[in-house]
């Protein structure tokens, strides 16, 4: 076998994504002279990760995005892509939305193995989540392997009777945890820099998209408010919502207490800011900065539509949106005194012991990206998941 094999990640950008940050914690970790990435973008747009991507000797090459209208010129596109750059060993797909077209396509050109990778437990609205679903009802049968983030997002992309009959594999959404473990003295400097001394800093991470429910989150931030009102909200993250969100904290009267940082190539330094990370999502496959939350010892609120596969330490809550975000202000308050076993204000630092015990527990789980790098590497050269299938019957 000539080293090293090269495997083409698909993407809709490298940007600073849940998917995206994941893939690249592995390809960090990943030993390149067996094993070496490229990628596969949808934009024209130079995404955050790329020259990341380049100074690890991977390639970024680019796709038109696919409309109903350009189904032939996009399949036609990745025909001439293959032409021109045989030798695949492995096209791994994590844009799933157009997947059952582009792979099928590797398939025929020679690519050895083809793999789709569930990462969301929902689409977007209207016709745009309409056509997703219709293009994913065949992608069981129009690749290998079948790889999802949770039970939930394979249940989503490939359908329950995919994951009934077995053939979904669940892989652990690896993070790169020693990254985030608790850190004092970088606790003390970045509550300095964002003037949170004595305050109480609730986060958030994750794109500004209605997925994350961001309005709603906002909406638990001004009830917390009049509960602790010197509370801060550190919301990391662009998208296309972000003014949206920003006219609701000023509606809300919130507006200066609502820190809206955009995209951090450093956010593990703001987890160690925080100190409590609430995650409203309307779906998600298996939120990373969930575990990235957990691995800095963060006490964590989710919405019940998230799997709870990502509770992985004693530190996550689960509450229903229906309760209102009263009801999840109060658990927010209540929530930090029942996991810390003291208020925050009579010394959240103290505490510091306890935040930076969790890395064990979630390296145990799988969650670690160095042994899933491994694990990766073993099954791009050999073809063969070491992973379980998922069969719930």
């Known amino acids: 076998m000539e080293r090293p094999i090269r495997v083409l990640q698909v993407f809709g950008t490298m940007d600073l994504g849940g998917a995206e940050s994941r ?41 038109p995005r696919f409309a109903v209208y350009n189904w032939l010129s996009y399949r036609n596109a990745w025909k001439r892509f293959f032409a021109s750059h045989p030798g695949y060993a492995c096209v791994h797909g994590h844009m799933t939305s157009t997947a059952s077209l582009y792979l099928p396509v590797a398939k025929a050109s020679g690519v050895p193995v083809t793999v789709a990778h569930a990462r969301s437990a929902g689409v977007d609205g209207g016709l745009k989540g309409l056509a997703t679903r219709i293009l994913r009802r065949p992608l069981s049968r ?27 594999h669940v892989i652990p959404n690896a993070i790169a945890l020693q990254k985030y473990r608790y850190d004092p003295e970088k606790r003390k400097e970045m509550r300095r820099r964002l003037s949170l001394e004595g305050k109480f800093a609730i986060g958030h991470v994750g794109r500004f998209n209605p997925m994350k429910n961001h309005g709603f989150l906002l909406d638990v931030f001004a009830k917390v408010c009049q509960i602790y009102p010197e509370s801060v909200l550190l919301l990391l993250g662009e998208g296309s919502g972000m003014e949206e969100a920003k006219k609701k904290a000023k509606d809300l009267g919130i507006a200066d207490r609502a820190l809206f940082l955009g995209q951090k190539g450093n956010v593990q330094d703001y987890y ?6 609430v995650f409203p999502s309307l779906y998600e496959g298996l939120p990373g900065t969930v575990l990235e939350a957990q691995a800095a010892g963060l006490p964590c609120l989710l919405s019940d539509t998230i799997t709870r596969e990502v509770g992985l330490t004693g530190l996550v809550s689960y509450r229903s949106l229906s309760e209102g ?36 527990q979630l390296a145990d789980a799988g969650f670690d990206a160095a042994r899933q790098a491994a694990l990766m590497m073993d099954f791009y050269e050999k073809g063969d998941p070491p992973w379980e299938r998922k069969n719930c019957c």
């Open 325 to 360: 975000a009263e009801s999840w202000a109060r658990a927010v308050c209540r929530g930090l005194r029942e996991k810390n076993g003291t208020f925050w204000e009579e010394g959240f630092d103290a505490l510091g012991q306890k935040r930076a015990t969790r890395i064990g």
């Open 23 to 63: 893939v690249m914690d592995l390809y960090r970790n990943t030993d390149r002279d067996r094993v070496q990435y490229d990628f596969m973008v949808h934009t024209a747009k130079k995404g955050f990760f790329e020259e990341e991507i380049d100074s690890l000797g991977g390639r970024v090459y680019r796709m």
């Open 272 to 277: 160690q800011a925080m100190d409590y990370f």
């Open 142 to 168: 129009r690749t290998d392997y079948c790889f999802a983030a949770s039970q939930l997002a394979g249940e989503a992309v490939f359908g329950k009777k995919a994951v009934a009959q077995g053939i979904v």
